[in-house]
Nanobody, 123 residues
């Protein structure tokens, strides 16, 4: 098992930046693919970005491509989501997720989840 603890998030003005962190404990983080998802009020959970365990290849939703960057530091057992040029439509609860087998955009395939962190972008 792996436990994921998120940090970061908060309130930012449109055009600003935030960085989310996802610290893993319990197992070797490098063995897990990692994803970031978000859920806005009244909406379904949606894919944001993913990074593979093997070669750190990345995959982004079209809505965040060019603005968000997913990364990982296996030595620190931590994954990151750098969010730039934030817009009000990015407002949501953001979740990190991990899985040893799955790498992709389907949230229900990920076995482990962080607690979620709020991101609010004001206009």
């Amino acid at each position: 098992q792996v436990q994921l603890v998120q940090s970061g998030g908060g309130l930012v003005q449109a055009g600003g930046s935030l960085r989310l962190s996802c610290a893993a404990a319990g197992r070797t983080f490098s063995s897990y693919n990692m994803g970031w998802f978000r859920q806005a009020p009244g909406k379904e959970r949606e894919f944001v970005a993913a990074i593979s365990r093997s070669d750190a290849s990345t995959y982004y939703a079209d809505s965040v491509k060019g603005r968000f960057t997913i990364s990982r530091d296996n030595a620190k057992n931590t994954g990151y989501l750098q969010m730039n040029s934030l817009q009000p439509e990015d407002t949501a609860v953001y979740y990190c997720a991990a899985d040893r087998r799955y790498y992709g955009s389907r949230w229900y395939e990920y076995g482990y989840w962080g607690q979620g962190t709020h991101v609010t972008v004001s206009s």
